[in-house]
């Protein structure tokens, strides 16, 4: 293994962002499914080779890019992506797991557009593990302009960032329908609540719902047509075909699969999910409008 190298895995949109951050202050490397004409452009086996990677490989793809590829050999991780394994309801670190071990292995979250941070625009983001020493080796490799913090509540970012992105979709849908400020910002208050509700029956702590990884990102994703999610609720709302949206998207949309997922695992856990219910009903074809009367009405 080459020693104190690192590398990014996954060279969308996020992954050439974090790419970018991470060449500030070392040299940092980029793999890819698709080759690419980029600096640092590498192949797979001498990405996997450094000590230190970065995976932003999308939720839905990530254990079957695992299987095939990864053999743990002391790397130290950090997982960029935001979303819950849709056909199993398994959070992300509950796939990593069988792979790395804990103390190796942290998750980013917090309000962090790529097309912003690759700007070098200032943005605050946790660095989420059960090792702070996992965390103390990172935090100095990013660039000044992305504050990092740390916490421990694994389970709590990844729930917050997997389900904000399915209440960024609702809140698409409300704006798109043109109901108003007041329906939105009803919409992404109760969004929080219902996160926090869902984070508990998995252990996840209520201050990471109030800080970066929660709030802080919900607000950002819900409120901009920056937003992937975002846009696949306005596109819903205009009454687009969910394939006509995602095609012209061109880019992962995790709130799509994660609304599946949250589905799922509301109806195992018997946990009230009323506006995750409402977006996978509307992903499944039911009208948006009658969808947000149900949910925005008394
Ligand atoms: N964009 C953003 O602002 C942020 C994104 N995220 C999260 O990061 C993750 C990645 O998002 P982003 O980079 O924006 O998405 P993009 O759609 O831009 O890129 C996803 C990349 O994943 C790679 N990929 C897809 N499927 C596979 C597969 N089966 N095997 C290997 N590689 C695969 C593709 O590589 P290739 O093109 O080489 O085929 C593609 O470039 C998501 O979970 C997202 O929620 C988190 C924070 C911010
Ligand atoms: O997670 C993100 C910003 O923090 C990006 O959100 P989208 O995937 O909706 O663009």
């Given at each position: 293994?080459?020693?104190?190298?690192?590398?990014?895995?996954?060279?969308?949109?996020?992954?050439q962002a974090l790419h970018f951050a991470l060449s500030q202050n070392q040299k940092c490397l980029i793999t890819s499914r698709t080759k690419r004409d980029i600096k640092d452009f590498v192949d797979l086996q001498t990405a996997l080779d450094c000590e230190y990677l970065v995976i932003a490989i999308p939720a839905q793809e990530i254990r079957e890019w695992l299987q095939e590829n990864f053999v743990f050999s002391g790397q130290k991780i950090l997982v960029a992506a935001k979303g819950i394994e849709a056909s199993t309801g398994e959070f992300l670190n509950e796939i990593y797991e069988e792979f790395v071990p804990s103390k190796n292995i942290g998750f980013i979250s917090g309000p962090s557009f790529a097309s912003e941070v690759i700007q070098a625009l200032p943005a605050g983001i946790v660095i989420n593990s059960k090792s702070k020493k996992l965390y103390?080796?990172?935090?100095?490799?990013?660039?000044?302009?992305?504050?990092?913090?740390?916490?421990?509540?694994?389970?709590?970012?990844?729930?917050?960032?997997?389900?904000?992105?399915?209440?960024?979709?609702?809140?698409?849908?409300?704006?798109?329908?043109?109901?108003?400020?007041?329906?939105?910002?009803?919409?992404?208050?109760?969004?929080?609540?219902?996160?926090?509700?869902?984070?508990?029956?998995?252990?996840?702590?209520?201050?990471?719902?109030?800080?970066?990884?929660?709030?802080?990102?919900?607000?950002?994703?819900?409120?901009?047509?920056?937003?992937?999610?975002?846009?696949?609720?306005?596109?819903?709302?205009?009454?687009?075909?969910?394939?006509?949206?995602?095609?012209?998207?061109?880019?992962?949309?995790?709130?799509?699969?994660?609304?599946?997922?949250?589905?799922?695992l509301s109806k195992k856990y018997k946990i009230y999910t009323p506006i995750a219910k409402e977006v996978k009903l509307i992903l499944d074809g039911k009208n948006p409008h009658d969808s947000l009367k149900d949910l925005l009405r008394s």
């Open positions: 293994m080459a020693e104190k190298s690192i590398a990014v895995i996954g060279a969308g949109k996020w992954g103390e080796k990172f935090a100095p490799m990013f660039p000044r302009f992305l504050k990092t913090y740390y916490s421990d509540d694994v389970v709590g970012a990844e729930i917050c960032g997997a389900y904000k992105n399915v209440i960024a979709i609702a809140s698409g849908i409300c704006q798109g329908l043109k109901l108003g400020n007041n329906a939105r910002a009803s919409l992404i208050s109760r969004g929080l609540v219902e996160m926090q509700r869902f984070g508990k029956e998995f252990g996840a702590k209520k201050d990471s719902f109030l800080g970066l990884s929660g709030a802080g990102d919900l607000f950002l994703t819900a409120s901009s047509e920056l937003s992937r999610n975002f846009r696949v609720g306005l596109g819903l709302a205009g009454g687009k075909k969910l394939e006509t949206i995602l095609e012209e998207l061109g880019e992962v949309a995790e709130g799509v699969k994660t609304s599946e997922a949250i589905f799922k």
